[in-house]
């Protein structure tokens, strides 16, 4: 359950008899955040010596500002990095293992080797991330990754291949832990989900536009380069020219944003002090550390993604791969990644906005492993035959629905963000679950052979149930949130607080105002919002489930 606010309000309304007003802002003293905390918000905040109060019309306006500024360059970025990505199963289908004189699992390694230069660079980005100012750190990383690519291009076997594409998952390692602190730093917890979502959603777009590019390049005849060499070159080259536009237009944090004025600055920060997250600090704590990976929920969230990654590797990789086992051509199998893309937007973002309305991430992500399961009894019971097209594309169709690339990631993104506080806290538990999404990654493409071609039953079936063991961990994860909050009940209890308060940060706008109700006793749960406390600590937090 995402948040206790209408229920749990209307209880708390009538036990402590809160008048209920309407139109209320939201308003705290600059004194409510610690700056020894390490969090700049609150050294912002306590600067500015004012009351800052942030009305319903103040909170649209700043929140279409950040959607408007922030979001396109997460979107273009994304598709670009998904786009990079793909360009190794574009090129398979263009003869990439021919040309390159690839033998036995050496595709299989170039699809792998990605995720374990992703997996060794993690701890490293985690603390670059806290360091480190967030715009810039993306630009850079966006323009070494372009770099690589382009230098992809000169690679003519699998030693030079797996050279540039290990160096290729070093840089493109940190797009997934940036874009999960922008958006904690950034938006609030009931509007995270589907930013999370809007920004994953891209890998539809590439499967769709990308299908279409590579489609174009691979008609593209050259004495000197082989189709695939192509289409890593065009493709880093673009990448390296908007890694300009994120150096320059990327803003760091709300704190030092340049699109907004001093006063809005000081309301970017204030929506987000119901969050209990903090927004920004450069200090890094290894008791932060320590707290991470001794919490069970850490462990859940590595758990869930290290599942859906071992099917995605596999899927990404040998997905094109698997749809040309069907009869179809390598032209044909491009452009049937169209509508392949359709399937991954309509799924992601379905899913955030079923998320966020019914405000529950574990029911839903356990409905989602419905058709990713029929799709793998489809592909499993049907013989790969050209006879057979259309009811294996339905069922390759709604794997699609389940990967990592689509629908479930995001929500547990989203799930693992809007659960975690402090700082160093939240950069550790984002390297831990990119982590376990890149070990999954490396096993998945080793489950599937060239030798099981078309059917590569080994795979599809690790897949079937890999979909279940994710139901079994999305109800005990549930159960283990339900009982934390329980834990935090009990202590507010203990020091004089409400044993149930209004979590505001996971109401929409008109929540807000219908059940705006504000007492001295509620606006005091803001208190530690930005003393870059952890979630465990603060018995504030409210967990969402």
Same mark, same amino acid.
């Given at each position: ?37 390490? !969090? ?78 992703? #997996? ?43 050279? *540039?594409?290990? $160096? ?87 704190? !030092? ?35 991470? #990976? ?36 390598? $032209?044909? *199998? ?201 979630? #465990? ?9």
């Amino acid at each position: 359950m995402e948040s206790e606010s209408t229920r749990d309000a209307a209880a708390y309304d009538q036990k402590n008899d809160v008048q209920t007003i309407e139109n209320v802002p939201e308003k705290h003293h600059v004194e409510g955040g610690n700056a020894a905390g390490g !969090d700049r918000a609150a050294e912002l905040l306590q600067n500015a010596n004012e009351t800052v109060v942030v009305s319903p019309e103040d909170n649209a306006r700043i929140l279409k500002k950040i959607d408007l500024t922030i979001l396109p360059i997460m979107l273009a970025v994304y598709f670009l990095q998904q786009l990079d990505k793909s360009t190794l199963s574009y090129a398979s289908v263009f003869g990439l293992q021919t040309d390159a004189h690839l033998v036995g699992q050496q595709y299989s390694w170039l699809g792998s080797i990605v995720y374990v230069a992703q #997996l060794v660079t993690q701890p490293v980005i985690a603390y670059f991330l806290v360091k480190l100012p967030t715009g810039k750190f993306a630009g850079v990383m966006v323009l070494c990754w372009g770099i690589v690519l382009s230098f992809m291009a000169v690679a003519k076997d699998f030693k030079g291949l797996i050279t *540039t594409r290990f $160096f290729l998952g070093c840089f493109e390692a940190s797009v997934g832990p940036t874009f999960i602190a922008i958006t904690q730093m950034w938006w609030r917890r009931s509007e995270q989900t589907n930013r999370n979502a809007a920004w994953y959603a891209m890998n539809g777009v590439t499967n769709m536009v990308g299908s279409l590019l590579a489609w174009g390049l691979g008609h593209i005849k050259s004495d000197k380069l082989y189709e695939y060499q192509i289409i890593f070159l065009a493709c880093g080259l673009l990448t390296v020219v908007f890694s300009v536009v994120v150096y320059l237009f990327m803003p760091d944090s709300p704190v !030092d944003a340049k699109f907004l004025n001093e006063h809005d600055k000081l309301l970017a920060v204030e929506r987000l002090r119901a969050n209990q997250m903090g927004v920004v600090s450069t200090k890094w704590k290894w008791e932060h550390v320590t707290e991470s #990976l001794l919490d069970l929920k850490t462990w859940f969230w590595f758990s869930l993604i290290f599942s859906i990654s071992i099917i995605s590797g596999g899927i990404t990789t040998f997905g094109p791969l698997i749809i040309q086992g069907f009869g179809f051509n390598p $032209f044909s *199998t491009i452009l049937l990644n169209i509508p392949f893309g359709a399937v991954q937007i309509i799924a992601t973002m379905g899913g955030a906005y079923l998320a966020t309305y019914l405000k529950r991430k574990g029911p839903v992500l356990a409905l989602l492993c419905i058709p990713p399961i029929a799709g793998c009894v489809i592909l499993l019971c049907i013989t790969h035959v050209s006879a057979n097209r259309g009811p294996l594309l339905v069922g390759y169709y709604l794997v699609d629905c389940g990967k990592v690339l689509t629908s479930l990631a995001p929500l547990i993104y989203s799930w693992s963000s809007q659960n975690t506080a402090g700082e160093t806290k939240k950069k550790t538990t984002t390297a831990i679950i990119f982590i376990g999404q890149s070990a999954g990654n490396i096993i998945g493409p080793q489950l599937y052979t060239k030798t099981e071609a078309p059917a590569y039953r080994r795979g599809l079936l690790s897949n079937l149930v890999l979909f279940i063991v994710l139901i079994i961990l999305v109800i005990l994860t549930t159960l283990w949130l339900a009982l934390l909050n329980k834990r935090h009940s009990k202590q507010r209890v203990q020091v004089g607080k409400s044993a149930v308060i209004i979590d505001r940060s996971m109401m929409n706008s008109h929540e807000r105002t219908v059940d705006g109700a504000v007492s001295e006793q509620i606006e005091d749960t803001g208190n530690k919002a930005f003393d870059d406390e952890t979630d #465990l600590k603060n018995e504030d937090f409210i967990f969402v489930y």
